[in-house]
């Protein structure tokens, strides 16, 4: 763990980092595919919607049942004609859904499950549920998913920049794609819970897509008073600088979601709590992956466009070749060259620590060693 937090250290200093912008072409590719990948599933298998969605029955049996998942669900669709989905609860008894079904059919289901279960039929327990309650989730969960979408561009407008806002809207319609991508290829029954969970999932996506863009705020100011630096050289020392905070937080969030997922509704056989953690889990990666490989350097492409920017460049490329020329190596003379001196075009405020001493550097190169 002290490797971690040295490497952290590292990182915030500058002193290490992966050029997580200059191969940015190489995220938007791999993003670009996964999406269209996901919207072809979603196409082509489309969502398997829960029966809060579709409306018919849910049928659980007594405790310590005997027969399997894969029988049950046989004499299930036997007895109604439509698909069932089965479910084997931490107590040995079996949730039985059917989808599609009224009252009398749902009577007749549940006398031939007892039957073929072996089991009597007052011990199955059935529950009719309508299709209206899971519309009616479904469109508030949009309107609020529409709602938060247009705040959440107005906000980042206001207190960053729109090239910001766009980049975070970008990512937030990536994290949603690929979460519901995933629930269509693997086909994840969508209920209520998973809803929820989605819904879950952008507060978290947009709360890291933040903090990276709140230190490239602060890192970019009088950014062109300087020649050192371009604004994608920033950026990717702003990735760089959170990045062990970002992975951190991701995996912090993980292991709880991943203990309902895998313990909760795996092993103990919860159901609602699968519905809301697989959200969860698939939509707190995507979210951690899109601020770091998709928000960032999308705003570093967007902020090149500028003119002021564009004659940044121009100028931090024309000083390094240079110095290039003179036999320096143009990377050397960037990285090695103290972030927080005090020469005529540099901006500690910019890109130096903010608890490195700005004097520790003067004086340093000079004859005498003195200071004037």
Do not use: C
């Not at 938060?148 to 960053?160: G, P, S």
């Amino acid at each position: 763990m002290s490797k971690l937090g040295n490497l952290g250290a590292r990182l915030h200093r500058g002193e290490v980092g992966y050029d997580f912008v200059g191969n940015r072409k190489i995220w938007y590719g791999i993003s670009i595919l996964i999406t269209i990948t996901a919207i072809v599933g979603l196409a082509v298998r489309g969502l398997n919607m829960g029966i809060e969605f579709q409306g018919g029955a849910v049928f659980t049996t007594p405790a310590k049942t005997s027969a399997s998942v894969s029988q049950a669900e046989k004499y299930a669709e036997e007895a109604s004609g439509h698909d069932a989905i089965v479910q084997k609860l931490g107590n040995g008894s079996l949730r039985i859904q059917v989808a599609g079904i009224d009252t009398n059919k749902a009577d007749q289901v549940s006398t031939e499950l007892a039957k073929n279960l072996g089991v009597a039929e007052k011990d199955v327990t059935g529950e009719l549920v309508g299709p209206s309650w899971g519309e009616q989730i479904a469109n508030k969960a949009w309107q609020g998913l529409a709602i938060f979408l247009v705040l959440v561009v107005i906000y980042l407008a206001i207190a960053f920049e729109w090239r910001m806002a766009v980049a975070a809207f970008v990512a937030l319609i990536h994290d949603i794609t690929i979460t519901v991508g995933i629930y269509a290829l693997v086909g994840f029954e969508v209920t209520p819970g998973t809803v929820i969970g989605l819904l879950t999932i952008l507060g978290y996506s947009l709360y890291d897509t933040v903090v990276v863009f709140d230190s490239l705020k602060e890192q970019t100011k009088d950014i062109t008073k300087q020649t050192r630096w371009t604004y994608s050289d920033i950026a990717n020392r702003s990735i760089n600088s959170t990045l062990v905070r970002s992975v951190n937080t991701t995996v912090v969030a993980l292991l709880p979601v991943a203990g309902l997922l895998f313990i909760g509704g795996g092993v103990l056989g919860a159901g609602m709590l699968n519905d809301i953690s697989l959200s969860l889990f698939v939509g707190l990666a995507a979210g951690a992956y899109s601020s770091i490989f998709i928000a960032t350097p999308l705003v570093a492409d967007l902020k090149e466009r500028e003119p002021q920017m564009k004659a940044l460049k121009k100028r931090v490329l024309a000083k390094r070749a240079q110095a290039a020329a003179q036999g320096e190596s143009p990377s050397a003379s960037a990285a090695e060259e103290p972030l927080d001196d005090d020469h005529e075009d540099a901006a500690p405020a910019v890109v130096g620590p903010r608890d490195q001493p700005v004097s520790r550097s003067r004086g340093r190169g000079r004859p005498s060693g003195k200071r004037r």
